[in-house]
């Protein structure tokens, strides 16, 4: 299997910054085609944050341009999200996501993290 481990999450106020690592492992992973962040809220369904494919081509929601910024390192299998000038309205449960090259099929598999609480107070 392949298991995503987040970390980076917690409280912070308005205005301030949090940067949030994903860390990718398994024995099955061939190769990872994008990894990326989604959030949610509660009664809300997930949405793309931002996405980043192994060759740094990223992709930004609307609400998170100029201020979020995410990056890969491609030997750890690890991505980033660095979050500056957090508003209250980015406070939700943040996933990482791989798009993942399996040895054991063909294809893209989807797998995701367990998800981190990032929680921006006024």
């Known amino acids: 299997q392949v298991q995503l481990v987040e970390s980076g999450g917690g409280l912070v106020q308005a205005g301030g910054s949090l940067r949030l690592s994903c860390a990718a492992s398994?024995?099955?992973?061939?190769?990872?085609?994008?990894m990326g962040w989604y959030r949610q809220v509660p009664g809300k369904q997930r949405e793309l944050v931002a996405r980043?494919?192994?060759?740094?081509?990223?992709n930004y929601v609307d609400s998170v341009k100029g201020r979020f910024t995410i990056s890969r390192d491609n030997a750890k299998n690890t991505v980033y999200l660095q979050m500056s000038s957090l508003k209250p309205e980015d406070t939700a449960v943040y996933y990482c996501?791989?798009?993942?090259?399996?040895?054991?099929?063909?294809?893209?598999?989807?797998?995701w993290g367990q998800g981190t609480q990032v929680t921006v107070s006024s």
């Open positions: 996501n791989a798009e993942v090259v399996v040895t054991t099929s063909i294809g893209l598999v989807f797998f």
């Open positions: 398994g024995s099955i992973i061939r190769s990872i085609n994008a």
């Open positions: 980043i494919l192994s060759g740094g081509s990223t």
